[in-house]
């Protein structure tokens, strides 16, 4: 989980050379806190090279977060959602 859109361009390289094979054959889960116009520009930019997005914005504090209980509200097409509800679920139901 990367903390706001200016972590999240950076290891996307989002503006660079990089950004289509960094999400090359994957799913992003946006998980950071960011505005709403933020994170549309991010599923579009994702969309554009062909690439699946899924918006998972986070609630909890740290003991929940220990304790795998945070409740995650999972966004997106539906197999992008496939996707991502196993590895998310390790994160929301308590390991």
Same mark, same amino acid.
């Given at each position: 989980m990367?903390?706001?859109g200016e972590a999240?361009?950076?290891v996307l390289d989002r503006c660079g050379a990089a950004f289509a094979?960094?999400?090359a054959g994957?799913?992003?889960v946006h998980m950071g806190t960011t505005s709403p116009a933020y994170s549309r520009e991010l599923e579009a930019d994702i969309r554009s090279v062909? #690439? &699946?997005y899924v918006e998972a914005p986070?609630?909890?504090s740290r003991k929940p977060a220990e304790a795998g209980q945070l409740v995650a509200m999972l966004a997106g097409e539906a197999d992008a959602l496939a996707n991502v #509800? &196993?590895?998310c679920s390790a994160?929301?139901?308590g390991q």
């Open positions: 990367l903390s706001d999240i361009d950076a094979p960094r999400v994957r799913t992003v062909g #690439r &699946r986070v609630s909890g #509800r &196993r590895p994160l929301t139901e």
